[in-house]
């Protein structure tokens, strides 16, 4: 496949290769009007004296032109590529788009759990902390109550006195005192346990928020670029369209002029094609006002000014107004020899 050219570039190098030989067939015609003005026309066939000069500069008006139109069909083909590539991108843009959106309303989802699960962590953290408050209280009465037991029971040993109801009595505070304080000892570490646990959690989903969030922030930044991409795309799709528009009118209207040269070259009878009056009746100078139109949307005035195409239509004008004043003029010695 032929390498692909950004479109202002294909357009550029069209409008200058259909320029040149333009220029050239306009010239060409000139030429034949210039000779049609010039020549002697024989009073009874209407025949130009030299309409074999004249023939000659329509035929090389016709290959002009021909060629002219053949470099916009050719920037034309290029065009279409550019056209292609660019609808393919624009296809590509859009995919990715699409998933592009589709990760960032994953993330949010993500995201959403991430900031819940955050919220509940910190929930189970402040309970967990309350829960360690109140074992820790506890703890700290059976401590006390341990400390007030032993005193007790020091003192009934003290004391012989006391019946053995009392050793009894005061033996299994003791005791109780102990178990109470073992379990509220490892209710402490449990609810310790808990806490530590519970700041493991609420680290891990501060850290994946502040993540998620730079994420996001990142794929958010991702689809501006993306959507600035299709909109350059879509933009330089319609630029495209507008050179294709441009060129293929050209190139209708140039078409249009080399079958009006192609009549005047030979396709009909020769006496016919030659006289002054064919060249006016047929719209020869209309064709070529309508080609230079054209021109001028696909190349702009700077390069028909540059190559001279302004000067060769008003002189071709000035030529096209003399010869109708010439038939004008013999018309009307027809009409008083009638």
């Not at 989802?109 to 408050?133: I, V, W």
Request: hydrophobic share 35%; glycine share 6%; aromatic share 4%.
């Amino acid at each position: 496949m032929s390498e692909i050219y950004p479109s202002d570039v294909v357009l550029k190098n069209t409008a200058e290769a259909v320029i040149v030989p333009l220029k050239d067939g306009v010239s060409s015609l000139n030429r034949v009007y210039e000779a049609l003005i010039k020549a002697d026309v024989d009073p009874v066939t209407g025949q130009c004296s030299n309409y074999k000069y004249t023939r000659e500069q329509i035929v090389q008006a016709h290959q002009h032109l021909e060629q002219s139109e053949q470099m916009a069909s050719s920037g034309l083909k290029s065009l279409d590529e550019n056209l292609e590539r660019l609808t393919q991108d624009q296809g590509k843009f859009e995919r990715e788009m699409n998933a592009t959106k589709q990760t960032l309303d994953n993330l949010r989802t993500e995201q959403a759990s991430n900031e819940k699960l955050l919220r509940d962590s910190q929930g189970a953290l402040e309970l967990a902390r309350r829960n360690l408050n109140s074992t820790r209280r506890t703890l700290q009465d059976q401590e006390k109550r341990k400390k007030n037991a032993k005193i007790v029971t020091g003192v009934g040993v003290g004391l012989f006195a006391i019946p053995v109801l009392g050793w009894i009595v005061g033996s299994a505070m003791v005791i109780s005192g102990a178990d109470e304080l073992d379990r509220a000892a490892h209710a402490v570490k449990v609810a310790e346990k808990e806490i530590r646990e519970s700041e493991t959690e609420v680290k891990k989903y501060e850290c994946k928020v502040p993540e998620y969030e730079s994420k996001i922030s990142q794929i958010k930044h991702d689809i501006n670029q993306k959507d600035d991409k299709l909109k350059q795309t879509h933009d330089g799709i319609q630029k495209v369209k507008k050179k294709i528009q441009a060129v293929a009118e050209f190139q209708r209207k140039v078409r249009r002029a080399v079958q009006f040269l192609g009549v005047l070259s030979g396709r009909a009878s020769v006496t016919r094609l030659h006289t002054r009056r064919f060249i006016l009746q047929k719209p020869g100078m209309k064709v070529m006002e309508d080609v230079m139109k054209a021109t001028e949307a696909i190349t702009g005035n700077e390069l028909l000014y540059d190559n001279g195409m302004p000067r060769l239509i008003n002189q071709m004008k000035e030529n096209n107004r003399q010869l109708a004043a010439i038939c004008a003029s013999d018309n009307n010695s027809e009409n008083k020899t009638n």
